[in-house]
């Protein structure tokens, strides 16, 4: 008896087809590569927002700061600026508008330098008397939104201090978009 033997017939395995289709006009619409195209604008349009979102941080931080300096600057000419010969003279107390002027700007000077800031904008007022007064059309620009410009007034002998600083974009100025600046009002005064 003869030995059998069975040989398996090997059939060609056929690679499966690229997903590949094509149109009419000849060309070839591969899906890998159109995702590889739609991950790429993805992550272009998240780095744009996550840019714009950090321009926004920094303007709100630099409002923050500027309002700050503008505060310590209206109570440092205050408190440095009083005139206490007029409380002995007359029993109330007034402001030195020297020297209050000069302790505000002083304060502003410094912090400015330690920040290394350059072209920003100051006004400093002062209403010396003992009861106050009122500056019109102080200060020069609104500081809030939707408020026109008005009169800066006080009951009591006060500092009022305005503070423009520019603020530079991380990424909006590729867009056109220049120097924002930051507009802050703050004014401190004496108690009677």
């Known amino acids: 008896m003869t030995p059998f033997f069975y040989t398996p017939t090997i059939q060609k395995q056929v690679p499966p087809t690229p997903q590949k289709t094509i149109r009419s006009n000849g060309m070839i619409l591969d899906r890998k590569a159109q995702s590889a195209v739609w991950g790429l604008l993805t992550v272009l349009v998240l780095v744009i927002i996550a840019a714009g979102l950090v321009d926004i ?5 630099a409002r923050n700061w500027t309002y700050s300096v503008a505060q ?9 600026g009083r005139n206490w010969s007029a409380v002995l003279d007359t029993g109330y107390i007034k402001l030195d508008s020297t020297a209050a002027n000069i302790e505000a700007q002083n304060v502003i000077t410094s912090a400015m330098q330690t920040r290394g800031i350059s072209g920003y904008a100051v006004s400093i007022r002062v209403l010396p008397d003992s009861f106050g007064g009122t500056v019109s059309g102080f200060p020069p ?6 408020q026109a410009l008005g009169d800066w007034s006080s009951d009591e002998p006060a500092v009022g201090v305005y503070l423009e600083v520019p603020v530079e974009w991380t990424i909006l100025d590729i867009f056109g978009i220049g120097l ?6 703050a004014s401190a005064g004496v108690v009677q």
Request: positive net charge; aromatic residues 16%.
């Open 57 to 61: 941080y920094r303007l709100y931080a």
């Open 72 to 80: 310590e600057a209206a109570l440092a000419g205050v408190s440095l």
């Open 141 to 146: 620009y609104p500081v809030r939104m939707g």
């Open 180 to 185: 924002k600046e930051v507009r802050v009002f």
